[in-house]
């Protein structure tokens, strides 16, 4: 009995629990590892999207100072070359660097090495002393380089950059040029949209040191730049510029900066609800990365083509084509430039009318194959060499004899097409050269018709003598050269648009210019993908000599 009592005593015996206190704790960590799990994982999240956004954004920013480093260096390296080709003319140094030194231009000074030392100089003195033994090595430096060499100009701060650029194959000539670094360390390049989200601070080399401080847009207090910040080098000639950018405020948005506080004040408040909030976590964060794949692969592909923007190659291809068309006597002339809808690259067509003197102007329209920077440097390199040696009285067809060795499209992989061709205002004689060209339209008080020439290879193809073929303008008659893009289409006969080019261009109108316009606007449907470059001039046929004049304006200047 005893035994049997001892059994039920053993069964009805209580089974431990968890007290209410302790339930409670063990929820109570749970929840809080729960949470804090969550909210260490938002906050490692959001550190990793800004830091590749930070990363994509400071690319971009280099991207568009790249582009802008072209706008520098172009100038220079027309300015050599027409100095080759003039051998060292001082005078002509000094009419081309006019467009890009004085103040608020693109350079403050600018100076002309000849073997002999400097021979011309336009702007503001030049910092750089031309005798100090700093100048002689920057020139020294710039005839055996293959890119234009910088150097800081420190008074205390850096106060200026200088720029000098040789030919190592022709180390005659160096163009020595000096940009002048704004007050506040802004230039107008850094107002751009990808600066709009970040601090910055660029330097002359690869040192940040502040010397060498180039732009910024905080107080030179401030710097350096501290907290989360990334760092680019761009090419700067035979130097680099470096860039260093920290954001401004959250670049994911402030509700990415406020997600572990948010989780962080649900968990405390509601424990019981952490699975929930995890599975919301995990969404954010698939989401948050799938937002940041998404916008890192649309910067990438702007990075692919920031750096040749559209407003900065349309900027930079008008400025390779000249400003106006110089007036002649029995003349009126008219002109126009039409950049192409696709992509952002710049074009290689272009157009100069060149007085050679009171009777004979010459003239030339052109089209380099392809598009991008390199286009643009053979088109303007072609521009300066035909202008020169059109000045120097060659005929059109040993101009485009000369220029065929200008251009190689097995090195340059570019050719060019070029209509060269020289008038006499008093006689209305035309004589033309045909490399590759469409022949131009010639309208009279009659009718119209294409000017049959001799074509000849484009440029950059072989080398080989070119023909020319003169003919006769009527008074009243004008002449329209014109490039592809004006009368090509996809999957369309040439006959097609050059019959519509006749059609349009007959039309009765009050002044060329207007006409032209006309032409253009007819020919051209909104979204044209090709560029496009037209001259045109109407001889007027009275037969006055005009009188000698002592300067020349427009394109001769």
């Known amino acids: 009995m005893s035994e049997g009592g001892s059994e039920v005593a053993s069964a009805t015996r209580p089974v431990p629990r968890f007290s209410a206190a302790t339930a409670a704790a063990v929820v109570a960590m749970a929840g809080l590892i729960v949470t804090g799990v969550a909210s260490w994982t938002a906050r490692t999240l959001d550190r990793q999207n800004e830091k590749r956004l930070l990363a994509v954004q400071a690319k971009q920013a280099a991207s568009v100072i790249a582009s802008a480093v072209l706008g520098i260096e172009n100038p220079l390296q027309t300015a050599l070359q027409v100095e080759r080709v003039t051998d060292g003319d001082p005078a002509r140094f000094i009419s081309f660097m006019s467009s890009y030194v ?33 100048a002689l090595a920057l020139v020294d430096r710039a005839r055996r380089s293959t890119t234009f060499v910088v150097a800081g100009i420190p008074g205390g701060i850096l106060n200026r950059i200088g720029y000098a650029i040789g030919d190592p194959t022709d ?19 850094e107002s751009d949209a990808a600066f709009a989200d970040i601090h910055f601070a660029t ?11 180039a732009t910024t847009d905080v107080a030179p ?42 989780f962080l004040a649900a968990g405390l408040v509601l424990t019981a609800a952490t699975t929930v909030l995890a599975e919301e976590l995990v969404r954010r964060r698939r989401r948050a990365e799938r937002d940041a794949a998404t916008i890192s692969a649309l910067y990438a592909q ?22 106006g068309n110089p007036a002649m006597a029995n003349l009126e002339t008219a002109s126009c430039y039409v950049a192409g809808a696709e992509g952002v690259d710049i074009g290689g067509d272009w157009y100069s009318l060149v007085p050679i003197d009171d009777r004979r102007f010459g003239f030339v329209v052109g089209d380099v194959s392809g598009r991008g920077v390199e286009a643009a440097a053979i088109m303007a390199r072609l521009r300066f060499t035909i202008r020169a040696y059109l000045l120097e009285g060659h005929l059109p067809d040993a101009v485009l004899e000369m220029c065929s060795r200008q251009v190689d499209i097995t090195g340059d992989g570019h050719f060019a097409t070029v209509l060269v061709g020289v008038g006499d205002v008093v006689t209305g004689r035309i004589t033309i050269a045909n490399a590759g060209h469409l022949n131009p339209l010639v309208l009279t008080p009659d009718g119209s018709h294409i000017v049959e020439t001799p074509v000849g290879p484009p440029l950059g193809t072989i080398t080989t003598p070119y023909a020319a073929a003169s003919f006769q303008l009527a008074p009243g008659s004008t002449l329209f050269a014109f490039t592809d893009g004006l009368v090509e289409r996809r999957h369309e006969d040439i006959e097609r648009g050059l019959a519509r080019l006749a059609d349009a261009a007959a039309a009765p109108a009050a002044t060329l210019e207007a006409r032209v316009t006309r032409v253009v606007d007819a020919l051209t449907p909104r979204g044209a993908e090709d560029d496009l470059a037209v001259l045109a001039f109407t001889w007027s046929g ?16």
């Open 203 to 213: 330097y002359l080399g690869a040192t940040t040191n502040a010397a060498y401080l």
């Open 542 to 557: 009275d037969g006055a000599v005009p009188a000698p004049s002592a300067e020349l304006s427009g394109e001769a200047r």
């Open 171 to 189: 180390a005659r000539f160096v163009v020595y040029a000096e940009r002048a670094i704004p007050a506040d360390r802004r230039v107008p390049v």
């Open 221 to 262: 207090s401030q710097l350096p730049l501290t907290g989360q910040t990334a760092r680019e080098s761009i090419a700067f000639g035979d130097s680099t510029l470096t860039l260093v950018a920290s954001p401004r405020g959250p670049l994911g948005g402030r509700l990415a900066g406020d997600l572990p506080w948010i």
């Open 102 to 134: 004085g103040p608020g231009k693109l350079f403050v000074s600018a100076t002309l090495w000849g073997p002999a030392g400097p021979s011309a100089t336009t702007g503001a003195p030049a910092e750089l002393s031309p005798t100090s033994p700093e």
């Open 302 to 323: 702007l990075d692919a083509s920031y750096g040749e923007q559209r407003t900065i190659s349309e900027t930079l291809q008008r400025a390779l084509l000249p400003q």
